[in-house]
């Protein structure tokens, strides 16, 4: 079956190290993947965007590796503040979805950053 | 407005009844999305508008749920009879773009959160 499989345990980590969150997929071929950030009781804010042809993506202390070998994303954060606890989901898009960029979700792993 | 905004933000129903949530998109998206948030699990997909034509419906749970988007830019999300385990925040997305290869990012509103007691 096709599912998408982020860490079900929440990452606890002290301000100023590294965050590494996964995203592992099964029985996809996406030609993306994105990662949305998302705060109790808001919706999902799109954080980044890595197309299958790119490696690695960066923006600001956040960066973005995508395998398609390995059908894996990992996702950093690094010198990390307590303002970055938060749920952080990864998407992709099916590729079959006739071009609309439909998304399915991982249940997302809950970040939390202590001072 | 500057972003995508749902109503009513709580919505609390009892079982049997109908209800409808309703999203506003950014002005000029072309495509908007429904999704379903069951507690601690990502957003499922519901449904995909393009404009005022609903493309895909294939995430709806069962025909209970209907949604539409008439003039291509509100859209109502309605549920019928009411069940418990129609009990979600309901989340809308909207993009600017479509067609394949523009890989846009979603923008979501902040949810309705449906309880069915």
């Known amino acids: 079956s096709q599912k998408i499989e982020q860490n079900s345990e929440a990452l606890n980590i002290q301000e100023g190290k590294t965050a590494t969150l996964t995203c592992n997929y099964t029985n996809y071929s996406p030609a993306y993947l994105q990662w949305y950030r998302q705060d109790p009781g808001r919706g999902p804010v799109f954080l980044l965007l890595?197309?299958?042809?790119?490696k690695e993506k960066r923006k600001e202390r956040l960066k973005v590796t995508f395998d398609t070998t390995l059908k894996q994303s990992l996702f950093h954060i690094t010198a990390s503040q307590p303002a970055d606890s938060a749920t952080y989901l990864c998407?992709?898009?099916?590729?079959?979805?006739?071009?609309?960029?439909?998304?399915?979700f991982g249940a997302g792993t809950r970040l939390a950053v202590h001072p | 407005g500057a972003g995508v905004s749902q109503s009513p933000r709580y919505k609390v129903a009892k079982r049997g009844q109908d209800v409808a949530l309703r999203c506003d998109p950014i002005?000029?998206?072309?495509?908007l999305f429904w999704y379903q948030q069951a507690l601690g699990q990502g957003p499922e997909f519901l449904t995909y508008f393009q404009n005022e034509a609903q493309l895909d419906k294939s995430g709806l749970p069962s025909d209970r749920f209907f949604a539409e988007r008439p003039e291509g830019s509100v859209s109502t999300l309605k549920i019928q009879r009411t069940q418990q385990e129609d009990s979600a925040v309901y989340l809308c997305a909207s993009s600017p773009r479509t067609g394949a290869l523009t890989y846009n990012e979603q923008f979501f509103g902040p949810g309705t959160r449906l309880t069915v007691l």
């Open positions: 002005s000029g998206h072309v495509s």
């Open positions: 998407a992709l898009d099916p590729s079959s979805s006739g071009g609309y960029n439909k998304l399915i």
């Open positions: 890595i197309r299958e042809n790119e």
